[in-house]
């Protein structure tokens, strides 16, 4: 029974640690976490297809595109005279813009999801897609409040992921949300010290 629960879903197990290992990587502000996110989103794109949750997949291609940009970013983004990128911040009129960006991705993407697609949750669905979209924005260009909207999609995600049954997923969820508050005390320290 086991074996064949691991035979019918091994891209989805596969996901999860290659997930994992870009998680690990990006709180440690690794360059390796490109590579491992670029693999994760390939697999995730076939596990959320088949789970109907198509905003999600959608997402999984725009975080192969922004791994790609991220990747690039940390190697070349750095001032002249630095070893590496340095952590930032959003200012407040910037905090304004991603939630205000947040909120009208979401409506309008909810709305043509519920008509266009079936999506299950399509409300939700659009809401991690759209917030998703923003976080790795920042994460590719290493502000430290990346970690705040993952902490919120995450939680989001994990209700998500219980409704539809995707236990592994879940499971990942939870590792992330975990991660995130660790990547963004981890990142703080940084901030200070100015790396």
């Not at 995600?157 to 049954?165: A, E, N, P, Q, R």
């Amino acid at each position: 029974m086991i074996i064949e629960w691991l035979f019918n879903n091994y891209i989805e197990i596969l996901g999860v640690i290659a997930s994992l290992v870009y998680l690990y990587f990006s709180v440690r502000q690794n360059i390796w976490t490109w590579p491992f996110g670029i693999i994760a989103s390939l697999l995730y794109v076939l596990v959320f297809f088949e789970a109907g949750f198509y905003a999600d997949m959608s997402l999984q291609v725009y975080y192969f595109f922004i791994s790609i940009y991220g990747w690039y970013f940390w190697v070349y983004g750095k001032k002249k005279g630095e070893n590496k990128l340095r952590v930032g911040s959003l200012r407040r009129k910037e905090w304004i813009v991603y939630i205000f960006l947040t909120l009208i991705l979401t409506f309008v993407a909810g709305y043509f999801l519920k008509k266009i697609s079936g999506s299950l949750l399509p409300y939700l669905d659009a809401f991690t897609t759209s917030a998703s979209i923003l976080a790795t924005w920042m994460l590719a260009r290493k502000i430290i409040d990346t970690w705040l909207f993952w902490i919120v999609i995450d939680m989001v995600s994990i209700g998500m992921y219980i409704y539809k049954g995707l236990y592994p997923t879940i499971i990942l969820f939870v590792v992330y949300t975990i991660m995130a508050v660790i990547g963004y005390y981890q990142w703080k320290k940084d901030l200070k010290n100015g790396v």
